[in-house]
């Protein structure tokens, strides 16, 4: 038994009357808009060599901790989707067996937003009109794979096709940033930017932290065991990605804790995490002296800063020790922002030059702190619905629970933050879909003319991600 796929033209849209003719209209004027991807974790070589995809599987189920997060919770090993472990040991390898059992468990999907993205990726990037299902599953590998030997399916075909106009990655400080500079010698006229990442660096309880430091004091020629040196280096890679063009950094951090000390605890803490000594605590003062330490380069160099607290990474001893990190086993925590954030914010949180843009894993924070925050500080704004929160239901209840205290003008338009390149043009109409279905509402309320949320719609869709990242 086949059945058909296809994509509604109206999904995602308001069923009642009103609103959907409203929402349609609206989102007729952004469906086209280029896409803007500020934040994201693509890799660049993808684009520097500009090689052809592999396989079906690993273009799709092995890179997406959202697909096998899923099949683990329902008993699938992940050695059986092709997951490779940290000690070499084997894993299945046949691309069309992982697809079979992908598909054979596929039902287990419905409603989420993985469903949207993957049906949007099936039928409009890769022109396929069968819905995924443990019969159609060949035809359906078989049409992937024949479209990847394509030359209009390499990745900078795919990158103009998708009307992508600018993609940031994220790197580490120690990245040599090869692919970027490939790219940018390459001729070709895609833009795609780094992000300074600098965890692996600033945080004394990431894997390899004191060697990570001291090879940062290599690359940039500084004494890195103290805290000037360590700093200047710090500054110095911020400056070779933004001559690769980046325009902000990143911060993946426990919690939103941020620590403004005297320099002299700062050097003792310095010594004792490159000793392998912090307690938990002091781990965390040093993250939040780095928080600090970095709103302050941000003023000078012009970096946007972004911060993404909140995730109990590795929550999964077994999962973490057999295969390693982002394996779907990180889960949300509470984050407090108000009481974590104010010791940068006394500091910096009226810089106009600053922009910080917060994310969260905590859905209880965005009318109670994350929203009166970004409505006051002019150095705030606030990310995006993020992670377990970026589907339909969670983009809704941001805009519900931030606008009335924070206006659309605090937020940042839509970030897709995925792996999955192929997804990123689903992603991104998810967004500008539930976007036009907020503002048909207000629009339908008579709360906003309809000439006002056509605007909004744009700027959400296009020119606020543009905007807040300096792009
Ligand atoms: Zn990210």
Redesign the pocket.
């Known amino acids: 038994m086949s059945y058909p796929l296809s994509l509604h033209e109206d999904r995602l849209f308001p069923s009642d009357p009103a609103q959907r003719a409203i929402a349609r209209r609206l989102y007729s004027e952004v469906r086209t808009l280029p896409i803007i991807s500020p934040?994201?974790?693509t890799d660049p070589q993808w684009f520097a060599d500009n090689k052809p995809f592999p396989d079906p599987a690993s273009l799709l189920v092995i890179p997406d901790h959202y697909v096998y997060r899923m099949l683990y919770s329902q008993g699938i090993p992940l050695e059986a989707l092709g997951i490779p472990r940290t000690d070499g040991g084997p894993v299945e390898q046949d691309s069309r067996k992982i697809w079979r059992l992908f598909a054979q468990h596929w039902y287990l999907f419905k409603a989420t937003p993985t469903q949207l993205w993957f049906n949007h990726v099936l039928h409009e990037v890769f022109g396929i009109r069968e819905r995924l299902s443990p019969e159609s599953a060949d035809l359906v590998y078989d049409s992937i794979a024949e479209c990847l030997a394509r030359p209009e399916f390499l990745p900078r075909a795919l990158y103009e096709r998708f009307n992508i106009e600018v993609l940031a990655t994220?790197e580490s400080p120690l990245d040599p940033l090869q692919h970027h500079r490939k790219l940018r010698e390459s001729g070709w006229k895609g833009r795609i930017i780094p992000t300074y990442r600098p965890d692996p660096a600033v945080d004394p309880e990431y894997a390899g932290f004191a060697q990570n430091v001291r090879r940062l004091g290599e690359i940039t020629g500084e004494d890195t065991t103290n805290w000037k040196g360590y700093l200047r280096a710090l500054f110095n890679r911020r400056q070779f990605f933004a001559g690769l063009g980046a325009t902000a950094t990143?911060h993946g951090h426990l919690s939103a804790a941020t620590c403004d000390l005297p320099q002299a605890q700062c050097e003792a803490l310095l010594a004792k995490a490159l000793a392998g000594r912090c307690t938990p605590l002091e781990a965390q003062q040093f993250r939040g002296q780095m928080l600090t330490e970095m709103a302050r380069m941000s003023i000078e160099d012009g970096l946007v800063m972004q911060i993404?607290p909140g995730s109990f990474r590795n929550h999964n001893p077994p999962v973490f020790g057999a295969f390693g990190l982002d394996k779907g086993a990180d889960i949300p925590m509470r984050t407090d922002y108000v009481h974590d954030l104010k010791p940068l914010l006394d500091r910096y949180g009226n810089e106009k030059r600053l922009t910080i843009i917060l994310f969260t894993l905590d859905e209880s924070t965005y009318s109670r702190e994350l929203a009166p925050l970004a409505g006051h500080y002019p150095a705030l704004k606030l990310g995006p619905a993020w992670w377990f929160y970026d589907s339909p239901e969670g983009m809704r209840f941001f805009r519900e629970r931030t606008t009335e205290t924070a206006g659309f003008y605090n937020t940042v338009g839509f970030n897709d933050?995925t792996r999955a390149f192929p997804s990123i043009p689903a992603r991104h109409n998810v967004a500008r879909r539930v976007d036009c279905s907020f503002l048909a509402r207000l629009v339908a309320e008579h709360r906003l003319e309809e000439d006002e949320a056509r605007e909004s719609a744009m700027d959400l869709a296009y020119r606020l991600a543009k905007k807040a990242y300096r792009l």
């Open positions: 934040h994201g974790h994220t990143d993404h933050d």
